[in-house]
Nanobody, 131 residues
Framework: VQLQASGGGLVQPGGSLTLSCTAS????????IGWFRQPPGKEREGVSC??????????YYEDSVKYRFTISRDNAKNILYLQMNSLNAEDTAVYYC???????????????????????WGQGTLVTVSS
């Protein structure tokens, strides 16, 4: 059972990247998915979390990435994605994908504030935004 993250790299300010996270050993199905990041010298933070079964607020984006990042998944391919546009230096971080393998009705924000609840984690992929 693992999540394999990929897609990180060096990108210029204003550029775009798409992070991918392939699940193996289990199916993403309708579980809650999340992307977290840890900037250099800072704590890990929730970037975006998505729960399709949430009663309200199924999709959450941290304020600084709202309208620039998009979380999604392809259940057929068992892959989750984070599309990142208009990148800036503050987006430089190691990005982690995560899956909470239970069906609930809690919001995306609920899970992004509780990374310890996630069952599976990818290994992290480094995104560096620099000219």
């Amino acid at each position: 059972v693992q999540l394999q993250a990929s897609g990180g790299g060096l990108v210029q300010p204003g550029g775009s990247l798409t992070l991918s996270c392939t699940a193996s050993g289990f199916t993403l199905d309708d579980y809650t998915i999340g992307w977290f990041r840890q900037p250099p010298g800072k704590e890990r933070e929730g970037v975006s979390c998505f729960n399709s079964h949430a009663s309200v607020g199924g999709t959450y984006y941290e304020d600084s990435v709202k309208y620039r990042f998009t979380i999604s998944r392809d259940n057929a391919k068992n892959i989750l994605y984070l599309q990142m546009n208009s990148l800036n230096a503050e987006d430089t971080a190691v990005y982690y994908c995560a899956v909470y393998a239970k069906r609930t009705q809690d919001s995306g924000l609920y899970y992004c504030l509780r990374p310890h609840m996630f069952d599976f984690w990818g290994q992290g992929t480094l995104v560096t935004v620099s000219s």
